[in-house]
């Protein structure tokens, strides 16, 4: 089972930064994205800051996301959590 987005911050240049909930850090840039169908709209600046967790994924308004697996598996710089916090639950 793939990892669920826990956290979700927009940074510059369409890099989004996550976390996820086995504790896992990654950074997701959008750019190579941004040219196809819905994900055209995240073009827009103000539309792209306005991600958020939705589930167990990424959202924007007005219902575009993404699938858990493919944010998982396109992070890159990916940090695994601490062995002593991995798998731990708040």
Excluded at 52 to 64: L, N, R, S
Aim: with cysteine; charged share 30%.
């Amino acid at each position: 089972m793939c990892p669920s987005v826990k956290e979700v911050t927009p940074g510059e240049d369409y890099v989004l930064s996550i976390v996820f909930d086995n504790g896992a850090r990654g950074t997701l840039d959008m750019k190579p994205f941004l040219d196809f169908g819905v994900f055209r709209r995240l073009r827009d600046v103000e539309t792209f800051r306005q991600v958020k967790v939705a589930f167990d994924t990424i959202e924007w308004p007005p219902g575009i996301d993404l699938d858990p697996e493919f944010v998982y598996e396109k992070c890159t710089n990916v940090k695994a959590a601490h062995p002593d916090t991995q798998g731990a639950r708040e």
